[in-house]
């Protein structure tokens, strides 16, 4: 599903207005909470991981605050998913690219700060 707009605190896609952080792969959306705030930890990612797309694009703020943590990182490397992470506001335009050029693609904004 493409993201149509962000600006902050809201995003909007397939006509419906986000405002919490979501997380998203297909046709699937959720609410994005994270276990320790402004950092993404292995267990922040139980469920996308599952569902074994081949890149995932964190979108970490309007102003980059939220953070991978190396455990993080080392874990989406052990599972050969692609990653980057942007401020949310490019993120979604690399997520909305991927998605055009036919990736796997999910995507996990932090919709804030």
């Given at each position: 599903?493409?993201?149509?707009?962000?600006?902050?605190?809201?995003?909007?896609?397939?006509?419906?207005?986000?405002?919490?952080?979501?997380?998203?792969?297909q046709?699937?959306?959720?609410?994005?909470?994270?276990?320790?705030?402004?950092?993404?930890?292995?267990?922040?990612?139980?469920?996308?991981?599952?569902?074994k797309?081949?890149?995932?694009?964190?979108?970490?703020?309007?102003?980059?605050q939220?953070?991978?943590?190396?455990?993080?990182?080392?874990?989406?490397?052990?599972?050969?998913?692609?990653?980057?992470?942007?401020?949310?506001?490019?993120?979604?335009?690399?997520?909305?690219?991927?998605?055009?050029?036919?990736?796997?693609?999910?995507?996990?904004?932090?919709?804030?700060?």
């Open positions: 599903m493409k993201i149509s707009n962000y600006k902050f605190g809201s995003l909007l896609m397939a006509g419906k207005k986000f405002t919490n952080d979501i997380i998203i792969h046709t699937w959306i959720d609410d994005w909470w994270r276990a320790s705030g402004h950092s993404v930890i292995p267990d922040d990612l139980t469920e996308i991981i599952q569902r797309p081949q890149f995932i694009v964190f979108g970490c703020g309007a102003s980059s939220m953070q991978l943590t190396r455990s993080t990182k080392n874990l989406l490397q052990q599972k050969e998913i692609k990653f980057l992470t942007k401020n949310t506001q490019a993120a979604v335009k690399n997520y909305n690219q991927l998605l055009e050029q036919g990736t796997d693609v999910a995507g996990a904004f932090h919709l804030t700060c």
